[in-house]
């Protein structure tokens, strides 16, 4: 699981359009969103360049940090 943090994605709203733009792109996705800390961390079949290029391109430029302490914790809840 990739872990990105959104700047931009200061509300639901933003969540919902940063989902809906990785399900275009990847429909199997699997996305948890945390909001106020403005991280997304994303299960796809797509590299992270492509998945950078789709939230640049939908007007949410991120930057993919790798936690590996919170991606175990996510997927272990």
Known sequence: MLRFHIP???CGGCAKSVTRALLNVDP???IQIDTPTRV????????AS?????????GYP??????????AN???A
């Open 50 to 58: 492509t998945l950078l290029t789709v939230l640049s391109e939908a």
């Open 40 to 47: 997304a961390l994303i299960d796809s079949t797509l590299d």
């Open 8 to 10: 931009n994605m200061t």
């Open 74 to 76: 996510v997927d272990g």
């Open 62 to 71: 991120s930057e993919l940090a790798r936690d590996e302490a919170t991606t």
């Open 28 to 30: 199997q996705a699997r």
